[in-house]
């Protein structure tokens, strides 16, 4: 097919992503793999270790990428389709080792070297210097500095854990997909949400491919999946099919043909081995390399002190749910399988109000124009929606513009509605193109908005849950950090090469203002009358974000701590088993000794199969500077002109230069001090 033909091979505006059919795919992403493995090979040939030289012509490697595989996997999570799947797995595997084949490249890797030791370091700024900087340490935790022979034993080591993780999660998987248990009798559905009736009787009719099932007659089918099985343990009246349940949920992959425990053994021996082939004393000291937490130590520092702040009140919120328990008429004492029940009825008590009952009050445009206006007042930035024509991929997207007096920085697509079957769930921000100078001119970033409201229905607005609305500020906080920068580079640009444990920091400062009265109000108004949200629900809304939050802090600790003890000072190839690890962690986090049955380390799998090793504790240290920043805000006392000086220089400091800047110093730039977790402690009442 001609190039000209191919919308995938276009290298200019936006994507055109009314064009784009499957059949595209193989040809564009053929014709670019082999433009870019012809470049590497002449980069490498010819290497000439200075900015121009080796950096820039690597840079420019990434735009092919943009137009011809960045929107295929966009299109994947938002218009999935068999054919384009099928399209996009023919590709993946040569995506992938083109990918591998630039990040594991000797040359390059010396070419760096070079350029670190050169005569121009000290010419380049210090976005250029923390471009060549963080490509170093990737191609060095890659394992490219080793001498050969061990290099083959790091690449060994490399590829059984990437195969080890893949069983572990589909070990998880299956094991999960394995249980269930059917209740036929209507009685013991007493108190269940309707979603969860609706929800078990069509996964009945779907499992055994009958009509057989209706939601008012039953049967019910129960399994461990999240969806079914939390609203279960909170609703559920029976209290030995919860037992049960939770019992079935925490012994998951724990035995038989679908055991995790050797993997787990295997997996944390050879990331042992893995670290010290690199000459680090652990895996944990390794993964910390690439993050902004300091060291291991300064991780611990920061569990000690919001387990030593949580652990009281988490007694006195046990007391809570055990007195509630006991007058509504539970004799047996409590487990762990009654607590969620009883919180929830406590919740109940406390608040009474319900998700439903919220809804009415934040019209999906309300909520948006309040947030929009935030960024406004925060940031000076606005946002408008374009008549300009923008090439969608769904009529229901709208295309908006974001402006700083007059000036254009960015654009971003709202993909708002959900699409089942075709659009993934939840809410996620993503990067349709980079910031980056071409031909001599700044183009702007372009990013993708994208949640799961319900559709409107006629003249009603879609209507967000509350929980619905912090997502999309959370999500919005990255798209502003990607959108804001002024950074050209693109390894650098907006959340581009941001550690790890500092992604979060920007979307969560964002979700707090959910919490900030007056944001709250401006986001807000029932959509037939546009009556405000009543007082009393502002103030039980305000509550909630404190509701048992000793009781959740401990929860993640005991996550935190666990994956961080089995990384560092843990002996994988010792008598202890990780088990016993998690069950002394597990005996100080929680008010009931640990079930006999928790086998939770066995379908672990963020630490296990995912990205999370040695890294659980980065959702903590994000909501500690992002509690921190917040702090900031909250002293001004909304007094306008305080709260514009320091919207304005937060934008300067984390929002404009993205990644290009160590997070530790941005921050430290911004708060004048180290982080602490006081702010943290007192937003949630622990302190
Ligand atoms: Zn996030």
Redesign the pocket.
Known sequence: MASAQNPLLARTGIPKFDEIKPHHIGPAVTQVLQEANNGLTQIESNLSPTWEGLIRPLEEMGIPFEYAWGPVQHLLSVNNTNELRAEHEKMLPQVIEFGLRMGQSKPIYEGLLAMRDGPEWDSLNESQRRVINLKIRDAKLAGVGLPQDKREEFNRITTKLSKLATDFSNNVLDSTKAYEFIIKSKAETEGWPINLVQLSSQSYNHEKKTDESSPETGPWRITLEAPMLIPFLRHSKVRHQREKLLKAYVSRADSGDLDNKPLIREILQLRSEKAKLLGYESFAEMSLEAKMAPDVEAVQRMFHELFEASKPKSLVEFKEIEEIAENMGQKESLKHWDTAFWSERLKEERFRFTDDQLRPYFPFPKVLEGMFRLAESLFGVEIKETEETAPKWHPDVIYYKVYDKGQELASFYLDAYSRPGTKRGGA??GVCLDRRIIDGKARLPVTYLNANATPPIGDRPSLLSFNEVTTLF??F??GLQAMLTTVDYSDVTGINGVEWDA??VV??FLELWCYHEPTLRTISGHWETGEPLPDELVRNLLETKIFRAATAMLRQLEFGMTDMELHSVFNPFGDETPFQVHERISRQTNVLPPMEEDHFLCAFGHIFAGGYAAGYYSYKWAEVLSADLYSVFQEANDREDEVKRLGQRFRETFLEPGGSVEPMKLFKDFMGREPSTEALLKQNNLI
């Open positions: 996620w921000m959370h999500e906080g990255h992604v979060e979307s969560q």
